[in-house]
Every structure is written in structure tokens, then in C-alpha cells.
């Protein structure tokens, strides 16, 4: 049962224009979310979160939008740069306390953003 | 600088060998995670600790175990390894007892089974 989902594998886009990543869910339970990158031979780093009291979190170049009734959430990142080029991670939690420290993540996205 | 380190980046094993992979984080952190990530499959958890000799299991421990005897050292242990065991691993550590606490990764250490 895939809880985090984001359905498309790749995304390519054009140097400075916007790159959208996609990230659905399906536990309502959920009011953490995070996104990851992750370039080959690294493992991944944290990029921007968004709590389920805010709709939309901004940094830099990197906003995430967040829709709850629709259970769905997005990454903007505007301009895009070809150092951009990564896979994307989304992931989810529960800020519930008590000991389930864990991240659901979805299976990722590839980013190609060409010169 | 969170520094987390795998202690091998590249593995290779035959089927039914016992293989250790060991992760040290050195900025005192209270958990750690280790995952494996597969292609078209994402990061998945297969344990974590979030204290010294507690264990909780993740989403896929079968074939796995771990060991944390020190706060900075959590080994992932394959106690019979198998052809379906070749995956990227990758080590993860946070400082509270928080879920939305931000997870440092290590680099990963893809390991291939034969």
C-alpha cells in the first residue's frame, strides 16, 4: 500500500523556467510533509517541509504547496538550473509525538533541467 | 557540519554470506534510520533506533537485523544474504525525538549480492 505516491518517474524542463514535482497521499493521518534531493552517489538532503497548519512554505528558489482536502502537494522551483538536476523526494509524517520517528517517501522523482 | 559516514561505499558478497554495514554520525543524534533504495521503489525503511540498544522496525525488516551499542554507531546486518538484497543502502540520522526532525543521510553503500 503505497501511501506517498508521486507518479511521474521523470520531469524535464528548460534552464529558467519552472519545474513542478508532483507528491499525492493517501494517510490522512499525515501533517508533516518534506521534500528530499538526491544527486547520483550522494545520499539525499533535505531541500524544504511544509506543515498541514500552513498552505504554502517558501525558500529561495523553492516553494511547496500544500492542498489537504485534495491530499496532494507540490514543489515549484523557479528559475530552474541545471544544478537542479536531481531525483526529488517527497515524504510524509505524522507530528503526533511518541516514538514513530519515521518518514513515509515516495518512489521519486528524476529532474533534468537542460542548458 | 552533520557528518554521517558509511563505513564502505562499494560491497560486494555472495549469497549466504553475513554481511555488516556500519554507520557512524558524529553530531550526537538521538535516532538513526537505515534505508534501502531500489529503483522504482523508492527509500524504504528497514530499521531504526532512537536510542542506544533500542530497535524499532521499519517497513521491510525481513532478512535484516541491527545493532546499536554506542549513540554514534548503527549497523545494518544481513544475517544470510540473498540475490534480492542487492540494493543501494543508505544510513540516516536525526537529533529529537521528532518526526519531523531533518534526516542527515550518509552517502550510501550499494551493495551487490551474488
Known amino acids: 500500500d503505497q501511501q506517498v505516491k508521486q507518479n511521474s518517474p521523470s520531469l524535464s524542463v528548460q534552464e529558467g523556467r519552472i519545474s513542478i514535482l508532483n507528491c499525492d497521499y493517501t494517510?490522512?493521518?499525515?501533517?508533516?510533509f518534506l521534500w528530499y534531493k538526491k544527486y547520483p552517489a550522494e545520499g539525499p538532503t533535505f531541500l524544504i517541509s511544509?506543515?498541514?497548519?500552513?498552505d504554502k512554505n517558501e525558500d529561495g528558489r523553492f516553494t511547496v504547496f500544500l492542498n489537504k482536502s485534495a491530499k496532494h502537494l507540490s514543489l515549484h522551483i523557479v528559475p530552474s538550473q541545471p544544478g537542479d538536476s536531481a531525483v526529488y523526494f517527497c515524504?510524509?509524517?505524522?507530528?503526533?509525538?511518541?516514538?514513530?520517528?519515521?518518514?513515509?517517501f515516495g518512489k521519486g522523482t528524476l529532474l533534468t533541467v537542460n542548458p | 557540519d552533520v557528518k554521517v559516514t558509511q563505513s564502505s561505499r562499494y560491497l560486494v558478497k555472495r549469497t549466504g554470506e553475513k554481511v555488516f554495514l556500519e554507520c557512524v554520525q558524529d553530531?550526537?543524534?538521538?535516532?538513526m534510520f537505515w534505508y534501502r533504495q531500489d529503483p522504482g521503489l523508492g527509500l524504504r525503511l528497514i530499521y531504526f533506533?532512537?536510542?542506544?540498544?533500542?530497535?524499532e522496525k521499519g517497513d521491510i525488516p525481513e532478512g535484516y537485523s541491527v545493532s546499536r551499542e554506542k549513540k554514534e554507531r548503527f549497523s545494518l546486518i544481513l544475517e544470510s544474504a540473498s540475490t534480492n538484497q542487492t540494493s543501494m543502502y543508505l544510513c540516516?540520522?536525526?537529533?529529537?525525538?521528532?518526526?519531523?526532525?531533518?534526516?542527515?543521510f550518509g552517502p550510501g553503500t550499494r551493495l551487490t549480492v551474488l
Open positions: 494517510n490522512s493521518m499525515f501533517d508533516y
Open positions: 540516516a540520522s536525526s537529533f529529537l525525538r521528532e518526526s519531523t526532525d531533518t534526516q542527515y
Open positions: 553530531m550526537d543524534h538521538e535516532n
Open positions: 515524504a510524509a509524517t505524522t507530528n503526533s509525538g511518541g516514538s514513530n520517528y519515521k518518514l513515509t
Open positions: 511544509i506543515s498541514s497548519i500552513k
Open positions: 533506533s532512537y536510542d542506544v540498544k533500542m530497535k
